[in-house]
Antibody
Framework: EVQLVQSGAEVKKPGESLKISCKGS????????IGWVRQMPGKGLEWMGI????????RYSPSFQGQVTISADKSISTAYLQWSSLKASDTAMYYC????????????WGQGTLVTVSS | QSALTQPASVSGSPGQSITISCTGT?????????VSWYQQHPGKAPKLMIY???KRPSGVSNRFSGSKSGNTASLTISGLQAEDEADYYC???????????FGTGTKVTVL
């Protein structure tokens, strides 16, 4: 069974750093892209970026380029999304998604990680 | 890259058919047959319902169908059921620099 299991909810202060994770199982982790999607409270879905764990090829949405870093450790089938200095506006639910190597859609979603940034 | 435009809400009675539109530009929806649709129930992660414009993943009811004309993609739900009440988002490939763009989302209400 394909699963994407994300790390738990986080509460942070502005200016702090954070790294959340997404562990894939039930499939070949290096043969699918892993992307990240933001959903701010009560709002819609926003595309952030994507990584191919097989060779770490990474692409970012222009809106998130320079704001976050996406990485992956294929030895433990885990992808990451990290911030070096959080802002209150980063408060949101973050989903990781799986994208087939030859498809432009997201067939599996993680359960989401809620990040709350508040002083 | 602006979000694709969807109606904020669509409603219908059980058994009826409804259609949700998703309007983009010639840089995204109009250039590629790569629109996907996602269903999101409150407090849950989205679920893939349609991919590559009109294909259904295994396990998705055939009451869901997708199409495209020009810069506008559409999702039709036929034989509307109470369980279809949810938010729906379209998403399109938008080229190598942007990658993907989501729609603004549509809340479907079953009357």
């Amino acid at each position: 069974e394909v699963q994407l299991v994300q790390s738990g909810a986080e509460v942070k202060k502005p200016g702090e750093s954070l790294k959340i994770s997404c562990k894939g199982s039930g499939y070949s982790f290096t043969s699918y892209w892993i992307g990240w999607v933001r959903q701010m409270p009560g709002k819609g879905l926003e595309w952030m970026g994507i990584i191919y764990p097989g060779d770490s090829d990474t692409r970012y949405s222009p809106s998130f380029q320079g704001q976050v870093t996406i990485s992956a450790d294929k030895s433990i089938s885990t992808a990451y999304l990290q911030w070096s200095s959080l802002k209150a506006s980063d408060t949101a639910m973050y989903y990781c998604v799986r994208r087939p190597e030859d498809g432009d859609y997201f067939d599996y979603w993680g359960q989401g990680t809620l990040v709350t940034v508040s002083s | 890259q602006s979000a694709l435009t969807q109606p904020a809400s669509v409603s219908g009675s059980p058994g009826q058919s409804i259609t949700i539109s998703c309007t983009g530009t010639s840089s995204d929806v109009g250039s590629y047959n790569l629109v996907s649709w996602y269903q999101q129930h409150p407090g849950k992660a989205p679920k893939l319902m349609i991919y590559e414009g009109s294909k259904r993943p295994s396990g998705v009811s055939n009451r869901f169908s997708g199409s495209k004309s020009g810069n506008t993609a559409s999702l039709t739900i036929s034989g509307l059921q109470a369980e279809d009440e949810a938010d729906y988002y379209c998403c399109s490939y938008a080229g190598s620099s942007t990658n993907y763009v989501f729609g603004t989302g549509t809340k479907v209400t079953v009357l």
